[in-house]
């Protein structure tokens, strides 16, 4: 297995589906051990991921007539049941103005103990990165400081 895979997400909707089948497609072919899911608490934008769109969009597959999607829709609620697929509780830190670089030690911690970290849309984007305007070439390593816990994407 390649470890836990963190996937902090964005919207909901055709994204979150995306998301979901990614989510999929690590554990059956890159055989994460465990993909964690990040949501909000409350949106901040109107289509900010919350706990209720999972369970919306898992519910959504379920009840869609295309065999295939019924099949994601299983493969996913299996994975939750197995736990190998969670939706982590919201972290106060996701609807904060605060760049990553004051990430909290507990979600520090969660994503040092990460294989990788999918970072998904502008604002955990512009967090990451300060909201600051760095030279192109400035490297990673720069932004990112040099106790940026994990690998993201």
């Not at 964005?10 to 994460?32: C, I, R, T, W």
């Not at 106060?92 to 969660?110: A, H, I, K, N, V």
């Amino acid at each position: 297995a390649c470890g836990r895979v963190v996937i902090v997400l964005d919207n909901s909707g055709l994204e979150l589906l995306s998301d979901l089948a990614l989510a999929h497609a690590l554990l059956a072919n890159a055989k994460a051990s465990h993909v964690e899911l990040h949501a909000k608490d409350a949106p901040v934008f109107v289509s900010d991921v919350t706990a209720p769109d999972l369970e919306a969009t898992l519910d959504w597959l379920a009840a869609r007539p295309e065999p295939s999607a019924q099949r994601l829709g299983t493969a996913l609620r299996g994975y939750m049941v197995s736990g190998k697929l969670s939706l982590v509780a919201s972290h106060p830190f996701y609807c904060s103005p605060q760049p990553f670089w004051d990430l909290p030690e507990d979600l520090r911690t969660r994503f040092a103990t990460a294989r990788l970290v999918i970072l998904k849309g502008d604002a955990n984007y512009r967090r990451l990165l300060g909201d600051c305007c760095w030279p192109f070439d400035t490297p990673a390593k720069t932004v990112l400081s040099a106790d940026w816990p994990t690998p993201t994407l």
